[in-house]
């Protein structure tokens, strides 16, 4: 390892060895400081262990699925968007498959070989990558306001023209992930922006979770609605949902935990409100005319043709209307009630789990002080930030990925510009 380097990467993850390779690739000198023994180890266990490499969607869907800040790669996207992400990975011979809503994945539904295809590209142009190398802090030139290098906690001091921040955010701290450079982030004089779990198990004290009337119970596209205090719509999501032994989770619960965290900061309250439609394929019409078409058998049976048996009991044990009722016996305001509770299940969340155990982290360095076009500080010239370090986050499904990659492209062929 020299002592001075045109770019030094700190963090080899997603965004960190897609930046290392994009800067390469422009003929520069490129170090890349990891503090674990191995590289790309959130990177392995991204999309259950098969790496969700992109969602080959539209721009638009693409932005509307990063709730977080996703208006901000806009610029970014114009010059390295999911196609190209595409293109990456098959002209260096990963063959990949499209599933369901336009998720990317590698032919060997294996992590390891997006991780081997940047590793082999990073050898290949010359990358030097130190691994248990751990940062300690940057080093300024605070009379030019521009960044010198890196310190290491090993007391080396490793010079620059230009710095990369790919070190994540604190979701999945096994593997590295612990925040470090936040503290770097605030020496440069960037704003933090609050920290908070996003696709994160939801928390809940409803009966049916301390009681364990539907632990285990999973529904299948159903309709998640997260509501403000005047009941409007936060946020709507129709995918699975599973009840837990300490409250929810499933795909569309984990796309209303962010929200549901933001709401509880920003209200202060105690408590978030969501409900479920059991049935968003069928009006409340329809599922009255299926029931009129069964009238003679009992309540329990019709509804178990709509949802899971437990479930239909807790629906029949909240509205206190006996089992093995005969339809035809209820009375119109016990036909609405029912058809109303299967439309709007009510439920309630007191926040999600720890940053620690969701998914991807809400908030971080803040996009305001970045230049979106290319991820450089506008606060310290040659510093640039990647990844989930950023305050942007999305929806599962390869969008944060694509951020990652983004931005990681982004910066990294930026930055080797500008360090001659």
């Known amino acids: 390892m020299k002592n001075t380097y045109q770019v030094i990467i700190v963090g080899g993850g997603t965004s960190g060895l897609m930046a290392a390779v994009h800067a390469a690739l422009q003929g520069v000198s490129v170090l890349v400081l990891e503090k674990n023994p191995k590289l790309g180890r959130k990177l392995l266990l991204s999309g259950g262990g098969r790496c969700n490499v992109t969602n080959r969607t539209s721009r638009d869907e693409l932005i509307r699925h990063i709730p977080g800040n996703g208006k901000f790669l806009y610029s970014a996207l114009n010059q390295f968007n999911q196609e190209d992400i595409v293109h990456f990975f098959e002209s260096r011979g990963v063959q990949l498959k499209e599933e369901d809503h336009g998720r990317m994945f590698p032919v060997t539904d294996s992590a390891r070989t997006i991780l081997e295809t940047l590793l082999d590209y990073c050898r290949e142009l010359g990358v030097e990558i130190q691994t248990n190398e751990p940062v300690d802090k940057l080093v300024f030139d605070r009379e030019n306001q ?5 310190l290491t906690k090993s007391g080396l001091e490793i010079q620059a023209n230009g710095v990369i921040l790919a070190t994540g955010g604190r979701a999945y701290p096994r593997t590295g992930a612990t925040g470090d450079a936040y503290a770097w982030a605030k020496s440069a004089g960037h704003t933090i922006e609050r920290l908070y ?4 198990p939801l928390l809940s004290d409803d009966e049916w979770i301390t009681g364990k009337a539907l632990r285990g119970v999973s529904l299948r596209d159903v309709g998640v609605t997260l509501w403000d205090a005047n009941q409007k719509a936060i946020t709507y999501h129709q995918m699975d949902m599973i009840f837990t032994h300490f409250g ?3 795909p569309a619960i984990l796309r209303c935990s962010g929200h549901v965290n933001q709401w509880l900061h920003q209200t202060r309250e105690k408590v978030a409100h969501l409900s479920i439609d059991l049935t968003p394929h069928h009006t409340m019409e329809q599922l009255k005319f299926f ?8 309540l329990l049976t019709i509804l178990k043709n709509l949802m899971p048996e437990r479930m239909a009991e ?4 909240q509205l206190k209307m006996d089992h093995t009722t005969a339809y035809k016996q209820l009375v119109h305001a016990e036909v609405e009630a029912l058809f109303n509770k299967i439309k709007h299940f009510d439920f309630t969340s007191t926040g999600s789990q720890p940053i620690e155990k969701g998914f991807v982290t809400g908030g971080g360095v803040s996009t305001k002080e970045i230049n979106p076009a290319t991820m450089e500080s ?5 510093l640039y ?18 951020a990652a990659f983004v931005t990681g492209g982004v910066a990294g ?8």
């Open 146 to 150: 521009c960044v010198k290098g890196v």
């Open 197 to 200: 779990p996003t696709e994160s």
């Open 248 to 250: 929810y989770s499933g």
């Open 291 to 298: 029931a009129e078409e069964n009238r003679d058998k009992q």
């Open 314 to 317: 807790v629906i029949l044990s």
């Open 378 to 382: 506008k606060l310290m010239k040659g």
């Open 385 to 402: 930030f990647c990844g989930e370090l950023l305050d942007i986050n999305g929806y599962t499904g390869g969008y944060n990925i694509t």
């Open 413 to 420: 062929q930026n930055c080797a510009w500008n360090s001659f």
